[in-house]
């Protein structure tokens, strides 16, 4: 017998549901002992209290208020007008609106105070000024409560009064808002100043301030002003009819009245005589009747669900032990913890095997879109599949292209961010803006993202707010990278676009100019220039510089050329070609003086990755001084050998002023001049003379551009035997003479 209810498990069903109904008939004898009146009575003091602790608000909002109208009517400048002219003085009127916004700015369920006078249209409030006729009719709009109406209350004799909430029409940024609203106004029976004052009550908010939720279901308050008529109830349904006739109060400032199915409790305040009623449902009349019934429900309750337990216990039998198995467990004991387990380890698996799925479809999907945006031709059928699988990538009719670059920038301590974590943050800040966007990711942190709009005139709208969603992510998730966006042409939503879109924003990324402010490029608003700066004989004078060791000419010219550049707003790919020419100049010497092949090789990989990717025209600067550097720190441990490129091209720019014949500089490098004219042809690429004229040719039009030397006088120092033989020469190589050039330039 013990062992048949252990293997089919009957008495932990049985048990459990045993457990159920001792739980229901614990919580039903606890409400019978304590019986439906006793709670009932627990419940109405309880509502007392809370309803004494909310009157107590309510008179400390009205106390507030109050103390807010004397603040006001205490304020200086009774008198707006300008002694000089009698003009209205803004001035006075600023500061009074400034002090109308410290009192209020304390108390939350004040909608707006008005201040104004009986004998001017301006009406101050603490937001500002308008006119009263202006702020009632296109800002707070009510059919009875309009300017004509305060004009003429204000002129009679008024003692301080709340008005019962009315719904007003409040504007708002972009509509009208329905509102409920009091309004309370200042007294002037005893004019305290010539200020009228109004102040509206945002009834929803002041309901919330004094903690409405703490009177008991079914509950309502009504307060009533000193003469006794409602200002504002929680009860949709306040008639009062013959109930306040029939209380008095004693001097303990509160009364209590039973009608049909409630009980009235009244409470007068100290502060302003007003009077608050709390309306209660009264308990039933027949709580015997009620308290039987609940004796045989009891009881009905627990023999039904002894008989059910045991039926179910029977019946679920069957069913958990096949549960068991198909968990993998067995059957033995039916022990429920079995199944728990199994479901537990079930469900790790499905998450598992989800998110596996997710990771599978998401790359499947950047797969599809980057064959998509390939602009190889494909065949038709491929087109066809492509199109399937790119069908669902946006649903909206038209879409811009994002090519979102990022470059870290150069600070070590600053841990690199997976890609996996970009995308994320990426597609999370673009679905703030739209609904329909994807992210992927390109290559060297570069990402693409589309983003579906709705109607052509969306795509400004959308830069504008993309230029504040980057920024924002380039001083917070991405904080430690810069970034820049290239933002495609309006697309309709078609797979033949995407290529289109890619390439476009790809070439909004190259022609940027290199002194770019904004993070966001609108490829629409790109000036296409070639105004292009490469001074030839600078170059050629950098290249000389670096091979001989003087870092920091070179440095001065590779600065001077690219900021140069950057001044006339060349493209970013325009100062890229720039910098790779400077760059292969710098090497035409360094071949024979660096240590390997190999490791100029890797200077050469490096310097144009930081070209392609440089995230600004410095980035690129710092690039080129790097390899100057490097090159420059090379050629010193071959100074000593004179037949080198280093020290020939040095000793020509230190002598080129005297006469420096090949058989003179032959003798100085310690060589022939034939082996000598044979080597220079073949390490510098030009003849001796030809490389001789170029360097003295370089000076000479320095000269005549920043000089007032005659003709004559720089063909001497410039190493030139006569004023006839420079000119010749010069015109040869530049195709006019030196006094024409002088006047060009």
């Given at each position: ?10 008495v ?9 109904i ?21 419940v109405?003091?309880?509502?007392n ?17 109050n ?7 205490g ?7 300008s ?25 939350d ?19 500002g ?47 009208w808002?329905?509102?409920k ?11 305290m ?60 400032q ?16 100290d ?9 209660v ?7 015997d ?17 002894v008989?059910l ?6 019946y ?70 492509m ?28 841990s ?19 609904s ?65 879109a890619?390439?476009n ?7 940027r100019v ?7 490029l ?40 690219l ?26 010497h ?7 092949d ?20 410095l ?63 073949k ?63």
């Open positions: 017998m013990k062992r048949f209810f252990t293997n089919l498990g009957i932990q069903i049985f048990c459990s549901l045993l457990l159920v001792g739980i229901m008939y614990v919580s039903n004898y606890t409400v019978y002992k304590n019986s439906i009146s006793g709670i009932y009575a627990n109405t003091q309880n509502n209290l809370a309803v004494k602790t909310m009157i107590q608000s309510f008179d400390n909002s009205f106390r507030s208020i103390n807010i109208i004397h603040s006001i009517h304020l200086p400048y009774s008198n707006l007008e002694e000089e002219d009698g003009r209205i003085d803004m001035a006075k009127v600023y500061t009074m609106q400034e002090s109308i916004a410290t009192l209020v700015s304390s108390v369920f004040i909608e707006e105070v008005i201040v104004f006078y009986d004998d001017m249209d301006l009406a101050i409030t603490s937001t000024t308008s006119s009263l006729s202006h702020l009632f009719e296109n800002k707070y709009k009510h059919d009875l409560y309009n300017e004509s109406y305060w004009r003429t209350y204000t002129k009679g004799k008024n003692s301080f009064k709340v008005m019962p909430g009315q719904y007003f029409k409040v504007a708002t940024n972009t509509t808002q329905r509102k609203l009091m309004v309370a106004v200042g007294g002037n029976k005893i004019r100043s010539n200020k009228n004052i109004i102040i509206l009550i945002d009834e929803a908010a002041l309901l919330k301030h004094v903690n409405q939720k703490l009177m008991i279901p079914g509950a309502s308050l009504i307060v009533l002003d000193q003469e006794r008529r409602v200002i504002l109830s929680t009860d949709s349904n306040s008639d009062l009819s013959g109930v306040i006739d029939e209380i008095y109060f004693n001097s303990s509160e009364a209590s009245l039973r009608k049909e199915d409630y009980q009235y409790n009244f409470y007068k305040s502060f302003n005589d007003f009077v608050y009623i709390n309306k449902p009264y308990q039933f009349q027949n709580i009747s009620v308290i039987e019934a609940n004796k045989m429900i009891m009881l009905s309750a627990i023999i039904g669900a008989l337990s045991v039926l179910l216990s029977i679920l039998n069957k069913p958990v032990k096949k549960i068991i198995r198909q968990l993998g467990g067995t059957s033995r004991g039916n022990d429920f913890r079995k199944i728990l387990s199994g479901i537990v380890k079930m469900q790790m698996e499905i998450d598992s095997t989800k998110k596996k799925l997710e990771d599978v479809e998401s790359e499947a999907r950047r797969s599809v879109f980057l064959q998509a945006v390939d602009e190889y031709a494909c065949s038709t059928e491929h087109d066809v599949e199109d399937r699988y790119c069908s669902d990538i946006l649903h909206s009719k038209y879409f811009v292209l994002l090519m979102v670059h990022l470059n870290k920038k150069g600070n070590e301590q600053q690199t961010m997976p890609v996996e974590s970009i995308v994320s943050v990426l597609n999370t800040a673009l679905l703030k803006e739209k329909d966007v994807q992210v992927f990711y390109d290559k060297n942190l570069q990402f693409i993202s589309l983003v579906g709009i709705k109607q052509p005139d969306e795509r400004a709208i959308l830069i504008k707010r993309l230029k504040l969603l980057f920024t924002n992510l380039e001083q917070g998730e991405l904080l430690g990278y810069s970034v820049n966006v290239s933002v495609s042409k309006l697309y309709a939503t078609e797979l033949v676009n995407y290529k289109f890619y390439r924003a790809v070439n909004g990324l190259l022609y290199v002194n770019e402010t904004s993070i966001v609108d490829v629409e608003k790109i000036h296409y220039g070639w105004s292009l700066y490469f001074p030839f004989d600078k170059i050629e004078k950098l290249s000389n510089y670096i091979s001989n060791g003087k870092l920091q000419e070179g440095k001065e010219i590779i600065s001077e050329t900021r140069e550049n950057a001044d006339r707003n060349i493209h970013h790919h325009q100062m890229a070609h720039i910098a790779k020419t400077m760059f292969m100049y710098m090497l035409r360094a071949s024979g003086t660096a240590n390997t190999n490791e100029m090789y890797k200077l050469e990989q490096q310097f144009l990755q930081k070209i392609d990717y440089a995230h600004d025209y980035d690129i600067e710092n690039a080129l001084i790097d390899v100057a550097k490097h090159i420059a720190k090379h050629n010193k441990s071959n100074e000593t050998n004179k037949l080198n490129p280093s020290f020939i091209s040095q000793y020509i720019e230190l002598h080129y002023m005297e006469n420096l014949y090949l058989d003179h500089i032959a003798e100085v490098v310690e060589t022939s001049p034939k082996y000598f004219s044979s080597y220079f042809k390490t510098f690429g030009i003849n001796y003379v030809e490389y001789l004229n170029k360097v003295r040719l370089s000076h000479a039009k320095e000269l005549l551009k920043d000089s007032v030397l005659s003709i004559g006088e720089i063909g001497e120092k410039t190493g030139y035997l006569n004023s006839s033989t420079f000119t010749t020469t010069f015109k040869k190589y530049f195709g006019i003479s030196p006094s024409e050039y002088r006047k060009q330039n």
